[in-house]
């Protein structure tokens, strides 16, 4: 039995909060991809029937699950490991609750008149305590896709979002857990085969690991051959991504890409940002990607923050650049990549009353842009770029 599920389908038409104990014939679909655990020891040994076994349940699923971590006391204190809080309207569906069911271990429900677990239902294994959270890929599964799509009610509080922008709604430990999700969901999907010999993979480890099924007998997989590893873990491709500033903190450099759309009438201006290139250090990465894309020459980096954004699999770093004004450092242009079709220098004042909701009436350099979507490390990078305290610097 999987004690909650986190659901969320890749294409992010319906992000669903955690559901509690399932139909029988929806656990069993689980139930029977949580078989990949039980082999995966002997598969990673080379014994061909473990390796058989995790090829046709994988094929047969329709399903991948990742298992993301262990809620310790009731959405309060502790979200997983790290320490951070879920907020108290992360709402627990319990259906078709069977009491009879284990996991290598023993789960205690008490549901409330709503069909909600309290915060007294944990799961116990080994000295461990704590609900566990699944992300499921329900795509490939049309019957559980639909039943996950029916349950979405006003009765049930189950949440549709529409778009990727409803993510910006959540608050962020569920936004997190949303990114999380989506990171591993989309490596499963994009890897169904070994990049060394072709044949099938399957997940192991809780669904963060693949490994290739080849039989050792009849292929001579390159991954296999290696010493240290011989399984496929998931990429994070590091993003930078910068709030320019003048040395002296007044002026700040925010551009429009031509990918942007306008809305309402404005252009969004947002901080700039790129793909960091093999080998590079995040301090060369900033200041390659500043030049490129404005054609100004930093003089200086610091490193502020970072975030997870799954669109497919990024972390973006985020940074502030500074420019020495000389002549020279601070022209912009904008013919190097042509990734930004207006670039400009604005009063950080000018910015900051925009970034804090403050009246922007006879203000012409910003009656004409939006900032990026709160919430966004763009938007939070702009927004401490052009605070009024002085430590920003």
């Not at 789960?107 to 294994?125: A, I, L």
């Not at 994009?190 to 690991?209: E, L, Y």
């Not at 991954?223 to 590091?238: E, I, L």
């Not at 990918?259 to 009438?265: C, I, M, Q, S």
Request: glycine residues 8%; aromatic residues 8%.
């Amino acid at each position: 039995m999987i004690d909650k599920v986190l659901i969320l389908k890749s294409d992010l038409n319906l992000l669903v909060l955690p559901i509690g104990s399932l139909p029988s014939w929806v656990q069993s679909i689980f139930e029977r991809f949580g078989e990949l655990n039980g082999v995966a020891d002997d598969a990673m040994k080379g014994d061909v029937d473990a390796l058989q076994k995790l090829k046709l349940i994988r094929d047969e699923s329709g399903v991948s699950v990742v298992f993301l971590g262990l809620d310790e006391d009731g959405f309060d204190d502790k979200f997983i490991t790290c320490g951070n809080s879920l907020s108290k309207d992360f709402k627990v569906l319990s259906i078709g609750l069977d009491e009879d069911t284990k996991i290598d271990g023993k789960v205690k429900d008490e549901v409330d008149g709503n069909g909600f677990y309290t915060d007294s239902s944990v799961f116990e294994y080994k000295g461990y305590k704590g609900r566990p959270i699944f992300a499921v890929e329900v795509t490939n599964n049309t019957k559980l896709d639909q039943f996950l799509t029916n349950l979405s009610t006003p009765q049930n509080e189950v949440t549709v979002a529409p778009s990727v922008l409803d993510l910006l709604k959540l608050k962020n430990n569920e936004a997190s857990l949303f990114s999380y999700s989506k990171m591993y969901l989309d490596w499963l999907m994009k890897n169904q085969f070994c990049p060394g010999c072709g044949s099938k993979v399957a997940p192991i480890d809780a669904g963060t690991k693949l490994l290739c099924t080849s039989n050792p007998k009849e292929v001579d997989c390159p991954v296999k051959r290696t010493k240290v590893n011989n399984v496929c873990f998931p990429r994070t491709d590091p993003v930078t991504i910068i709030a320019v500033l003048s040395q002296d903190g007044k002026k700040i450099l925010l551009g429009h890409n031509k990918r942007h759309r306008k809305e309402f009438g404005s252009k969004m201006f947002t901080t700039v940002a790129g793909f960091m290139e093999p080998g590079e250090t995040i301090e060369e990465s900033t200041t390659r990607e500043i030049w490129e894309e404005t054609g100004c020459k930093v003089s200086r980096i610091k490193i502020m923050k970072s975030q997870p954004w799954p669109f497919p699999a990024c972390l973006m770093i985020g940074c502030f650049g500074y420019v020495e004004f000389n002549g020279v450092n601070e022209k912009i242009n904008l013919e190097l990549d042509k990734e930004l079709d207006e670039c400009r220098w604005f009063d950080v004042e000018d910015i900051r009353k925009l970034a804090f909701g403050e009246s922007i009436e006879g203000l012409e350099m910003v009656q004409d842009i939006t900032l990026p979507f709160s919430g966004s490390i763009a938007f939070e990078l702009i927004k401490a770029a052009v605070a009024p305290e002085k430590s920003r610097l």
